[in-house]
Structures are given as structure tokens and as C-alpha cells.
């Protein structure tokens, strides 16, 4: 379960199941309070966070090798997300699409 607190209030902001897969990081988006980061084995998901619900969208790996796990997570000066996972291989995810972005892959990074 992905649950969001405030914990000024004590209060749930929301909550929703995620995979039944193994979640091994979890990230607030640093620039965008309403953007929540989760990845672990075989997946990359970013929440939107908007009241008292949270929606998702899967990473798409397209022309890349789908990894056993996304083991991590950071996030760049422009917004983009930085991952490496179980492969060895890093790729950057644009804010802006669920997709790596062109020639940022295993050849490019």
C-alpha cells in the first residue's frame, strides 16, 4: 500500500494499492509536491497525488530491457529522474513522459 500522511494533522491524505511485486524506493518529487516515485522489481510508477487520491502510470522500458529490479532513484537539476537497477544499467526519465529519454539508455548515460 502507498499511503500519503499528513503528519502535521495526523490525518491519511490518501492511499491505494500498488503492485504486488517488492518495492524498494519511494520518492516525493523534489520540485513537484504532487508527483510520488516508486520503483522496485521490474517497475517504475509515477503517482499523481491530488486530494485524497493518488493515480498511477508505468514506466514504459520500450526499446530497453525490462530490469529484474529498479534498485534506485534520484532526481537531476532539471527534474528529470535518474534510475539504476539490477542490470547495471542507468537511464533518465523526463518529467514530462513515462519513457527514458532518447539516447539517455545504457549507450548514452
Request: hydrophobic content about 35%.
Amino acid at each position: 500500500m502507498l499511503t500519503v500522511w499528513d503528519w502535521q494533522k495526523k490525518s491519511k491524505g490518501a492511499e491505494i494499492k500498488t503492485t504486488n511485486e517488492v518495492v524498494l524506493a519511494v520518492e516525493f518529487h523534489p520540485t513537484d509536491a504532487n508527483t510520488i516515485i516508486t520503483c522496485g522489481k521490474s517497475h517504475i510508477f509515477f503517482w499523481t497525488w491530488s486530494g485524497n487520491s493518488l493515480t498511477r502510470k508505468q514506466g514504459i522500458f520500450g526499446k530497453y530491457e525490462k530490469p529484474k529490479f529498479v534498485q534506485c532513484l534520484a532526481f537531476l537539476g532539471n527534474g528529470d529522474v535518474l534510475t539504476g537497477d539490477s542490470g547495471g544499467v542507468m537511464l533518465i526519465w523526463s518529467k514530462a513522459t513515462v519513457e527514458p529519454s532518447p539516447g539517455k539508455g545504457p549507450k548514452g548515460t
